[in-house]
């Protein structure tokens, strides 16, 4: 029977091929199935240890050039699968640059392992060339560091591989400390760097079926934060049920069988359902729905708004966060109840009359304004149907006419949001730059039980495309399209994204940018009204010219311009097969 990869018979010229096969091959065993690396001289033998791993099918292999770009592919094979995906680096600013990556895993709770190769200790300290202080540098972004010894063949090591690997697995999924989240292993290699890889076939097997490896994925899945209790909440409170981003359908839940309005942002896995309210916003700030809030109960990680944030700092609401995982929760006042979780005690009845009132007012009211603001908005065009029906030739004509001219509309920011939100269906999956969009998308689209993400852990611009990108190549094969609406500043901060090298996977990607020539999203805040307009062009709106088409030409990329709305929705609802864009022009 041929050795097992890392057993002591498998050992090579180089231990730093021995232990990466030791590492590498555990982290399978525990279902690591991504490898995400960027090429570099220090960690070779981690990359082609990954390269015979995926020569056997045991791991999909991703290679990108940029490390920014390979961290956030990483963090969206993370969110797709809910599993640790593994990111590999070369030494010095190389693993500086998966720093945003590891910051938003952080944020979000991602669970993420990144090994970062580095100088042995004789070679640190000194000058030595793309050497720097590596070891502990993500900091507290970090639910486990470990700075690794260089290997040295000494028997036991391929023994060590497999603690260590455990270990960064049960770190990363929080099975032990309920917060999921980024690790990081700081490997050091001597030279000789690599040696040639053994035949790793005997890894492309299933994770490993030992009792240990099944308790540790139980403990993953139902992990806590240690002390949290499950709360049961009683009736006779004015309750609203909030859920930011990544709430999940909890938070439906828990408002439709407490009756309780639902206040769930795009990015929150439960805008749908009975009790939800769209206009959540203007409703909050009205004295009348927002002012009469007793209770809150806050789901995910709310960022889209000021008036969520508002609602929770008055001293005469209650404010309970349910937060199973995370050593961090959502609290502006500082002084919420915390829960694992909460559920709706016997007093509670969600068809009773009071219930009923309290809730239907919220979800009527949030239609009529929807209603209200769509008559009136400029790119509302409805022909009349009657019309096209009548026998009269005039009344025909009319009707082709305002039909054409329905067509024939410049794309607004509201049509937009609108139109992806209709194009996307349960197998398909919509991202969600951190743009002015997300919030045009916020306020006017329905319910509707689709997946969305958006990276809101910090909420920053970067890497929303190679998110995406990793999110589509890790769906399953029967899944949609993987949709990203974004503006153009942030598809341009993430244009390495666009890059796939030879033989790389290609999916169905089609990233939607709303082009506005900048950064609009400054418009809508205080600044606007206080700088002098040159200074807010230059510093704030930072204004670009960028010819897209030959942009994503460059790249490879299909491409398309979509200014109408009869453009728009052929676009969207027959998209080029494998990576596409879509350019929609929208006024400033």
């Known amino acids: 029977m041929p050795d097992a990869p890392g057993s002591p018979g498998a050992l090579s010229a180089s231990p730093a091929t021995d232990f990466a096969v030791g590492l590498l091959g555990a982290f399978v065993r525990l279902g690591v199935r991504h490898v995400v690396l960027s090429p570099g001289s220090r960690s070779q033998a981690l990359a082609l240890v990954a390269g015979e791993l995926e020569r056997v099918e045991a791991v999909s292999l991703h290679v990108r050039v940029d490390e920014r770009v390979a961290g956030f592919l990483a963090l969206g094979v993370a969110v797709e699968t809910g599993t640790p995906a593994l990111v590999i680096t070369t030494s010095g ?126 403990l993953a899945r139902s992990a806590s934060f240690p002390g949290r209790p499950t709360l049961t909440l009683g009736s006779g409170i004015r309750t609203v049920v909030i859920a930011g981003h990544a709430a999940g359908p909890d938070a ?155 067509v024939r509309a410049p794309v607004t920011r509201a049509m937009l949001a609108d139109a ?37 852990g910090l909420a920053g611009i970067d890497g929303t495309v190679s998110t995406a990108i990793g999110i589509a190549l890790a769906a399953p094969v029967d899944a949609g399209i993987t949709r990203v609406l974004l503006g153009d500043l942030t598809l341009l901060h993430d244009v390495g994204a666009l890059s796939f090298g030879v033989g790389e996977a290609r999916p169905n990607v089609q990233v939607v940018v709303g082009n506005d020539g900048g950064g609009t999203i400054f418009d809508g805040l205080e600044v606007a009204f206080s700088a002098p307009a040159e200074a807010m062009d230059r510093v704030m709106l930072t204004p670009q010219q960028v010819d897209l088409a030959a942009l994503a030409a460059a790249y490879g990329w299909g491409y398309a311009r979509a200014a109408t709305r009869g453009e728009l929705d052929q676009a969207l609802s027959a998209p080029p097969v494998g990576p596409s864009m879509l350019e929609v022009p929208l006024p400033r």
Request: proline letters at 6%.
């Open 252 to 406: 439906e839940e828990l408002a439709r069988l407490g009756g309780w309005p639902l206040l769930a942002e795009a990015s929150s896995g439960s805008r749908f359902g009975p009790n939800l309210v769209v206009a959540y916003r203007q409703l909050l700030a009205d004295a009348d729905f927002g002012g009469a809030v007793e209770r809150a109960i806050v789901f995910g990680h709310p960022t889209l708004s000021r008036e969520v944030p508002a609602l929770l700092r008055r001293d005469d609401v209650e404010v309970i966060v349910v937060a199973p995982t995370g050593a961090e929760v959502y609290d502006p006042r500082r002084n919420a109840t915390v829960a694992a979780s909460v559920r709706v005690g016997d007093s509670v009845d969600a068809r009773s009359a009071e219930a009923r009132a309290w809730t239907g007012r919220w979800v009527f009211t949030s239609r009529r304004m929807l209603q209200e603001r769509e008559q009136a908005s400029a790119d509302h065009i409805a022909p009349d149907v009657e019309a096209g029906r009548s026998h009269e030739p005039a009344d025909r004509l009319a009707f082709a006419r305002a039909e054409l001219a329905a």
């Open 93 to 218: 600013t190389a693993t500086a640059n998966l720093h945003p990556a590891v910051l938003e895993a952080d944020a979000s709770g991602v669970p993420l392992i990144v090994l970062t190769a580095d100088r042995p200790a004789e070679l640190r300290g000194i000058r030595s060339n793309q050497t720097t202080d590596q070891p502990g540098m993500y900091g507290a972004a970090a639910r486990l560091s470990e700075d690794v010894a260089a290997p040295t063949g000494d028997a036991g090591e391929l023994d060590a591989a497999a603690a260590l690997a455990k270990r960064a697995w049960q770190a990363a999924v929080g099975s032990v400390s309920g917060a999921p989240g980024p690790v990081h292993l700081n490997l050091a290699f001597r030279e000789p760097l690599s040696a040639a890889v053994p035949d790793l076939a005997a890894a492309r097997v299933a994770p490993e079926r030992s009792e240990d490896v099944y308790r540790d994925r139980d």
């Open 420 to 456: 992806l939100w209709r194009y996307t269906w349960p197998r398909d999956r919509l991202v969600l730059g951190a743009s002015r969009l997300i919030r045009d998308l916020d306020r006017t689209v329905s319910g509707k039980r689709i997946r969305v993400h958006a990276n809101r």
